[in-house]
């Protein structure tokens, strides 16, 4: 596995697909979805009738990240950009009927209240339904639409973090599950805000769970 993307080398989203052999994501597919952590979504009501968990980390946490969650390994490995430094990695499962409506990522904005928009979102398709109808990604850029993205298994997408996004409704049965990481390059001041690794999700008997 190698990473072909460069941000330089493109504008709006990148997209390389086969970016894992298929047995990671069958792996991968089994490991979220056995994760006692992943239930009805932590995320905001932009995120409608969908299931995840979220792991919240710096650069210099993610030695526990993976250990415990090995399963992410080869995807972090992958996946991570060298100029970030703080990560909002979170697998997200839509179903019939879920959807996610239009918003610009900021997740962190939990600890750091001034914080920019991500330079880059990653997401690995991981599972979908047999003949998806809908789940279109949509981003949107000053207001006009700059992609209309069908999402296939085993494509790794990355995207400018300051883009409008949502996910239009599935309409067939079955489930689409990706694993989403939100990539911040932040400055020093607003990096000693960010928890060094955190677990975030509805079964922890706090929402968010540090380590």
């Given amino acids: 596995m190698s990473r072909s993307f460069s941000p330089a080398k493109f504008k709006y989203y990148y997209q390389q697909p086969n970016a894992f052999p298929d047995n990671y994501l069958n792996d991968l ?7 006692p952590y992943f239930t009805t979504n932590n995320l905001n009501r932009d995120f409608v009738d969908t ?23 080869p995807y972090l490995d992958l996946a991570l950009l060298p100029n970030c430094n703080a990560f909002y990695l979170n697998p997200l ?13 900021r997740s962190l904005r939990s ?4 914080i920019d928009p991500p330079a ?12 998806m109808e809908g789940g ?5 850029h000053s207001k006009g639409r700059v992609g209309c993205i069908k999402p296939q298994v085993n494509t790794l997408l990355y995207f400018q973090g300051d883009l409008t ?4 409704q599935v309409q067939t049965l079955g489930n689409r599950l990706s694993l989403v990481c939100e ?29």
């Fill in 120 to 131: 880059f979102v990653s997401v690995l398709y991981v599972k979908l339904p047999a003949d």
């Fill in 93 to 105: 499962l839509l179903k019939q009927n879920s959807r996610v409506d239009p918003h610009v990522d």
């Fill in 111 to 114: 600890y750091c209240k001034t």
């Fill in 165 to 168: 996004h949502a996910v239009n």
């Fill in 51 to 73: 299931k995840g968990f979220s792991v919240v980390f710096q650069r210099d946490g993610l030695p526990e990240v993976q250990q415990k969650f090995p399963f992410f390994k």
């Fill in 29 to 35: 597919g089994g490991e979220i979805a056995a994760c």
């Fill in 183 to 211: 990539q911040y390059s932040l400055s020093d001041t607003e990096l000693e805000e960010i928890p060094h690794f955190t677990i975030e999700s509805r079964t922890a008997k706090s929402v968010k769970k540090h380590f």
């Fill in 136 to 140: 279109e990604l949509i981003l949107s």
